[in-house]
């Protein structure tokens, strides 16, 4: 399987779910990033089980906490040993199940926090180190094997598709991931300027387990499945994705 390209990686999120799936998929390919960075509050944990030799392990406790977030930078930028980082992939989120009568303003603020804001101070930080791989390859169109920011995002986040109303309503991580959309656009018009690819791509959700559940129309969805398209999604983006949303499978979604 072709893959994103990028040689330094760091995808947030790794404890479980799509992180950890992701870090799986690029462990698979033929030529997997010469740094894969896998940020998680457990090094110890299931991505030492996935491959003991990811190198090296990022602690990042909480992608909301600064301290957390400068501690995550300066062990990237230590290893990196000034070379960029070529691709950022926030995948760290949380859910919680609600309903529209039932919805409070503390699931609201939490959701908000870790789903939008999470990125945005993520993503603010490890900018210097962005922008250094885009310098690198400087000539080069926008891609992520230059240099990229990729928000995961979810269907429910679309206000024009409106996925899976009648099977959960989640209010709080539909706007959250509403609002993760619009800052992945913010960004795309800011930092494309500087050779930096922005987009929003989505993955089907397993539940947090490896059972498959799909929104896809197509039938049952695995997370190998799901995140494997994720990579040839990232793969395939250029200059004219930048500041766009996808699914999986590499078809456009309204915002």
């Known amino acids: ?9 760091l995808v947030t999120g790794c404890d479980s779910g799509v992180g950890l799936g992701l870090v799986k998929r690029f462990l698979e390919l033929p030529s997997p990033p010469r740094r894969l960075f896998a940020a998680c509050t457990d090094p110890d944990g299931k991505v030492l ?11 990042l406790s909480d992608v909301t906490d600064a301290g957390s977030i400068g501690a995550a930078v300066g062990r990237v930028r230590d290893e990196l040993r000034g070379a960029g980082l070529g691709l ?4 760290a989120g949380t859910r919680r199940h609600s309903t529209l009568q039932a919805e409070t303003a503390e699931n609201m603020a939490l959701l908000y926090a870790t789903n939008t804001i999470g990125p945005l101070q993520v993503t603010q930080a490890f900018l210097p180190l962005l922008q250094e791989a885009a310098q690198a390859g400087r000539g080069q169109g926008l891609s992520c094997s230059r240099a990229a920011v990729v928000n995961v995002s979810s269907a429910m986040g679309s206000i024009g598709v409106a996925a899976a109303w009648g099977d ?3 209010v709080s991580y539909r706007c959250s991931k509403a609002a993760l959309n619009m800052l992945t656009k913010c960004q ?10 922005c987009v929003a791509p989505f993955w089907v959700s397993t539940g947090g387990g490896s059972a498959p559940l799909s929104l896809s129309p197509q039938g049952p969805v695995t997370m190998e ?3 494997q398209g994720v990579l040839r999604v990232l793969a395939g983006l250029s200059a004219s994705s930048n500041g766009t949303f996808w699914d999986w499978r590499g078809q456009s979604l309204p915002w």
């Open 1 to 9: 399987m072709e893959g994103p390209g990028a040689q330094h990686v």
């Open 88 to 91: 950022l992939i926030n995948t």
């Open 225 to 227: 499945e799901s995140t």
């Open 49 to 59: 089980v996935v491959s003991p030799w990811v190198s090296p392990c990022c602690p």
């Open 168 to 170: 959960a309503q989640d």
């Open 188 to 197: 795309a018009l800011q930092y494309g300027h500087s050779g930096i690819l």
